[in-house]
């Protein structure tokens, strides 16, 4: 069972965290320029934790094994933490922004793991992915 929740529990942590830092960018800063420290950084976290976790590894011979997808990848990364920190600086405010992209994103990839991967797409699914759509109108609701 941990190992189950443990990854999502990660995520979840991880997420709150990751909002809390986009929403504490200097309105002033340049995006990019916050950007090029993160990713710094995240560059040299990942490789010690390589080194940690595979002793012995060798990081060349990984990178052996690439496919087209840890590129896409990184612009990926790229254009949502932009998002991220353009829409706080735009005025999102934290606690609803999470919720209208996971609403959006959670029907996008319904449609995603039904063509590219062949999920059941259930009127369940569907009922409830209109149901966010509805409760986002309450959210938004001035």
Not at 18 to 31: E, F, L, R, W
Not at 53 to 58: A, C, D, P, T
Not at 99 to 105: M, W
Request: hydrophobic share 55%; proline share 2%; net charge positive.
């Amino acid at each position: 069972m941990f190992s189950y929740v443990w990854p999502i529990a990660l995520v979840v942590a991880s997420n709150v965290v990751y909002q809390i830092c986009a929403n504490s960018v200097p309105k002033g800063m340049d995006t990019m320029a916050a950007l090029t420290v993160t990713y710094l950084v995240s560059a040299g976290a990942t490789a010690i934790l390589y080194i940690v976790l595979n002793r012995g590894g060798s990081l060349i011979k990984e990178y052996g094994k690439l496919n087209w997808s840890p590129f896409v990848f990184g612009i990926v990364l790229v254009g949502l933490e932009t998002g991220w920190i353009y829409a706080y600086k735009a005025g999102w405010q934290v606690s609803t922004a999470s919720i209208v992209q996971s609403a959006f994103l959670a029907a996008a990839l319904m449609f995603v793991g039904y063509w590219l991967y062949r999920e059941a797409l259930t009127w369940n699914k569907i009922l409830g992915v209109a149901i966010c759509m509805v409760g986002l109108v309450f959210i938004n609701y001035k």
